[in-house]
């Protein structure tokens, strides 16, 4: 079931809140870096219609919960829409994005767990015996959330957004 949200929009992380999840690379670097606020021109909290703005789109998302595949993004990098805003950003399996936390497809959960530190929780993956979906808040406000999912050894893909759709594992389905 789908719950209301609120619209705000993601506070910046504060410096300590980065440090200790590991992050030493910054979206200067990066621009289409994974991080709390959003990726690239894409913000978490922002409407259809500014994504579309940022984004250059003639249409874009309408409807209750859709996809948009940024142009020029990383391979693997979609966003999701859900109410009319943007609430979450997914990395697959096979993609290039890198997230502000340095957790990657293919990690070892060991890696994971390091770099996501110790407000992490555990649970075991729906789908994938064995499987855990590992999260833990970007930040003290616990405003946006990772979530990495693993096949119980290595990471399958990463999600990062507002509760409660970051936690929704068939997406938009």
């Known amino acids: 079931a789908r719950v209301a949200t609120p619209w705000a929009r993601a506070p910046e992380s504060s410096p300590r809140a980065a440090r200790s999840r590991g992050n030493n690379r ?13 990726a690239g021109p894409v913000r978490i909290g922002m409407t259809a219609e500014e994504l579309r703005a940022a984004l250059g789109l003639e249409r874009g998302p309408a409807g209750e919960c859709e996809y948009v595949t940024p142009t ?3 391979k693997g990098l979609t966003v999701m829409v859900a109410d009319g805003h943007v609430v979450r950003l997914d990395v697959a399996r096979d993609s290039a994005a890198s997230t502000s936390v340095g957790v990657h497809p293919g990690d070892r959960e060991k890696r994971v767990r ?3 530190g110790p407000d992490i929780d555990v649970t075991p993956h729906k789908y994938v015996e ?43 389905s």
């Open 26 to 38: 910054t979206a200067a670097a990066d621009p289409w870096m994974v991080g709390p606020q959003g």
């Open 72 to 74: 020029g993004a990383p």
């Open 114 to 116: 390091k770099l996501l």
């Open 130 to 172: 064995g499987g855990h979906y590992m999260a833990a808040p970007t930040d003290a406000n616990e405003t946006t959330w990772w979530v990495v999912e693993t096949d119980g050894r290595r990471v399958t893909a990463v999600r990062m957004g507002m509760k409660p759709q970051v936690d929704w594992v068939e997406g938009c």
